[in-house]
């Protein structure tokens, strides 16, 4: 029996620094299982430049997987090699697939400085050169002590990167440019030229890093046995790069290799715009609809909840839109903060989790809560979700956005899933209620709300018809009666 495909984000920003969670996952895997979860995708696994306490976009060695005595520590945050490689093959085991995360716009922590004649930029146009030639003290060298040549023999100078943020020569923090160097094209054009993000940034025209990251890409692929990429900051690496990377792996191990790309942005035609120049050789999350459903938190009752699928990737491009609701980067006090309110988020997990396009990805910070901030586990609430996808959410899809506060949609069910079908109202303001048909094949059912927010039932008559309500500022969820999401 086929069933949906429902990622989880597992992980979040604010995680303890105790390197438990590739533990954790190992035995919470047969629960992820159950809930319908089939594909996880697992934080940066490398060795980060803030050692045990780097979430690990802090890139320093991308061999090191939690094995050697580096930056202090052996464990990265989340375990040790050996933990890592059992959690892929126990979620595996699960039949679940594992996303690896892959970070290959810059590197951190770097083990010498090097002398480099650099060029200041404008931060906000770096595009703009502030200054001539000027030479400064770099954090470039990068000599894996720890690990020697184990793996790869590679050492990484200033000749593999485009330039840093730091000068130690003047204790400058700026944008500096390696003289003789050129920011990456095809890349976001945000401040004139979004190519430097942080850290030492790899220059992905060299021919000799590009040999040694397609090298690394078969390495850890044939060391951990994940199933495919969540792909960081794909805006600010130049969009030729990973069609050539992908297609290289794809073309030498012969697997299909998903991948998604985070390109933040807003703009739909910018996402659409950047698949194009890729091939479409990934999916994108869907950032644009991480916004309405933020402003539809916001706008006490004041946003259109007809047009909340407007301008997003899912809307576009269904196949390759991966939905999610919130992630590491907008938690309450990082850098793209945008936390959908609490109490708009069955809504928002509603619309990701009970639909036919997309593919949605769950928060751990939602499923788990986020102590460092005091937020609750939604569990109870996701557990409802998560199923009701897993078992009912099949069949023809009809929307029913019709008004600016209350809206709804039917799953009309198949045969393949019993009982499976469902309706589900909204509002973002005053409760009501909506006429919707459900199909001929849950004609003459009783229907109830699995949320347990209405106690009543629905009728629906010999065509299908019903009227299904839902509560003030809340969301209903209708399930055949007797049939439980257990």
Known sequence: MTRNNTMMQYFEWYLPSDSTLWEKVTKDSKHL??????????????????????????????????????????????????EYLNAIRVLRENNIKVLADIVLNHKMGADELEEVLAIEED????????????????????????????????????????????????????????YGKHWDENVDTEKGNFDYLMGADIDLNNFDVINELKAWGRWYLDTAGFDGFRLDAVKHIRAEFFPEWLGKLRADTGRELFAVGEYWSANINTLQKY????????????????????????????????????????????????????????EPGQALESWILDWFKPHAY?????????????????????????????NEMLDILLKVRK???????????????????IREGDDEHPDSGLAVVMTDKEGGSIQMNVGRRLANTVFYDCTGNLQETVYVDNEGNGIFYCKDGSVSVWIKQGKYVN
């Open 275 to 330: 698949m194009e120049k890729t091939n479409n050789c990934m999916s994108l999350f869907d950032v644009p609809l991480h916004y309405n459903l933020y402003r539809a938190s916001i706008s006490n009752g004041e946003f259109n909840m007809s047009s909340i699928f407007e301008g997003t990737l899912v809307e576009k491009n269904p196949d390759k839109a991966i939905t999610f609701v919130d992630n590491h980067d907008t």
């Open 350 to 378: 509603s619309l990701i989790l009970l639909r036919q396009s997309g593919t949605p990805c769950v928060f751990y910070g939602d499923y788990y809560g986020i102590q460092e901030k005091d937020l609750a586990p939604k």
């Open 391 to 409: 078992y009912f959410a099949y069949g023809y899809q009809k929307d029913y956005f019709n008004h600016n506060n209350i809206i709804g949609f």
């Open 33 to 82: 299982e159950h809930l319908g979860i089939t594909s996880v995708w697992l934080p940066p696994a490398y060795k980060g430049s803030g050692g045990v306490n780097d979430t690990g976009y802090g890139v320093y060695d991308l061999y090191d997987l939690g094995e050697f005595n580096q930056k202090g520590t052996i464990p990265t945050k989340y375990g040790t090699k050996d």
């Open 123 to 178: 931060e906000n146009d770096r595009n703009v050169s502030l200054s001539n030639a000027l030479p400064i003290k770099a954090w470039t060298k990068y000599n894996f002590d720890g690990r020697g040549d184990k793996y790869s023999s590679f050492k990484w100078n200033w000749t593999h990167f485009h330039g840093v943020d730091w000068d130690e020569n003047a204790s400058k923090a700026a944008i500096y440019k390696f």
